[in-house]
């Protein structure tokens, strides 16, 4: 520090406040996770409002360890406490994003995400340090389970009812019955909801991590779903069957070789095929994401964290990240060959591509 620099005290208050917050929701994000994981906010949510020493029975776990996490959520809002009853509750707000797993507010998905990256830090400190690549295997199961949580809310409401309808001339194709490739499927939830909602279709669904596949047959199987195959494949080497869509769901931006792999799929659709591909919500330009996105923080922290290390593990290792925003990924599918490309939907979370030859 120069011995002429002066610090602004109401900055310097304004910054260290906003970080003290952060720490604060770094420790809630854990006490969240402990909930969800032993059950707790579930049994709020079905006890309504009760004592620690009910809570603790229901969710079977230890009552004095209880009372502490207790008063933890409820200093943060994440649960109410009535000083003159001494009972703790779950408003219907609180319950939809703690407690209930289907609704699209339910936030424990993302919650597990984080906790799995904090589990690993020492991977990712030497990944940052070294500059090397992380494939998808090198995280720990959190990450695989947390992805498919927080994105399962998004693709349930919006992948039927919006992005497939939004694609020129498919949804008719796949209710007649079409060939489908779903690339980077992870634990198969969007091949899963397509081949639910279009039984005279089938469904491929591809991913590289073996272990994704494994849990992906086996939920697949558990549904009697008899229309959707899974198979452990890298997206480079998808097979030429003629697809009618092929799609990609959150994980275009974590391949090594984006423009490739995208050239690559333009050869094994049907002749008017399309590709559709999904992407996190971003913005043009990362002066304009850090300006203009609320979540850009979160995005660019996954995208140290997960998805560039994911694209240099791979061949190429172009490390688009998940904040391109749509110019560049217009650009770069235009580039893979495809002659018309078009924004086809946004949601929250969300921008949808429609690519044709
Ligand atoms: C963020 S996850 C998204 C998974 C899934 N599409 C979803 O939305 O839940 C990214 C997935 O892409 C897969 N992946 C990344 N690069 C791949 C490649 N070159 N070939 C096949 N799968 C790949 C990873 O194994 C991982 O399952």
Not at 143 to 155: Q, V
Not at 298 to 312: D, E, I, Q, R
Request: charged residues 20%; proline residues 4%; aromatic residues 8%.
């Amino acid at each position: 520090m120069s011995t002429e620099e002066q610090l602004d005290h109401e900055k310097l208050m304004t910054l260290f406040g906003n970080v003290f917050n952060d720490v604060q929701g770094a420790v809630a994000i854990l006490m969240s996770y402990l909930g969800d994981q032993t059950g707790v906010y579930r049994a709020m949510d079905k006890l309504g409002s009760s004592s620690v020493s009910a809570i603790a029975k229901e969710a079977k776990v230890d009552e004095r360890y209880l009372q502490e996490w207790l008063a933890s959520n409820a200093a943060r809002g994440y649960v109410n406490f009535n000083a003159e009853t001494e009972e703790f509750s779950l408003s219907p707000e609180q319950a939809s994003v703690f407690a209930r797993e289907n609704e699209p507010t339910c936030i424990q998905g993302l919650m597990q995400g984080v906790v799995g990256q904090f589990i690993k830090e020492d991977v990712a400190i030497d990944v940052f340090k070294t500059g090397r690549g992380r494939p998808w295997g090198e995280h720990h199961e959190c990450c695989f389970c947390g992805t498919e949580r927080f994105f399962r809310p998004a693709y349930a409401s919006h992948l039927l009812e919006e992005w497939i309808p939004a694609l020129e001339g498919t949804e008719d194709k796949l209710r007649m019955g079409a060939k489908v490739a779903d690339i980077g499927c992870g634990l198969g939830t969007s091949s899963m909801l397509m081949a639910e909602q279009y039984p005279n279709s089938t469904i491929h669904a591809f991913d590289f991590h073996g272990p994704s596949i494994d849990e992906a047959k086996k939920r697949a199987e558990e549904k009697g779903l008899t229309n959707l195959e899974f198979f452990v494949s890298d997206a480079a080497d998808i097979p030429k069957n003629g697809y009618d869509l092929a799609c990609i769901f959150d994980a275009w931006h974590d391949m090594g070789d984006p423009v490739g792999i995208a050239s690559g799929i333009k050869d094994v659709l049907a002749e008017d095929g399309t590709f559709m591909v999904v992407e996190p919500m971003a913005l043009d330009g990362m002066a304009n994401n850090i300006a203009n996105n609320p979540a850009s923080g979160m995005m660019y922290g996954f995208g140290t964290l997960v998805c560039v290390p994911a694209s240099k593990a791979q061949p190429v290792g172009l490390g688009l990240g998940p904040q391109a925003g749509p110019k560049k990924l217009m650009e770069l599918l235009s580039e893979a060959g495809f002659g018309k490309v078009e924004l086809a939907a946004e949601t929250t979370n969300n921008i949808i591509f429609q690519a044709r030859v």
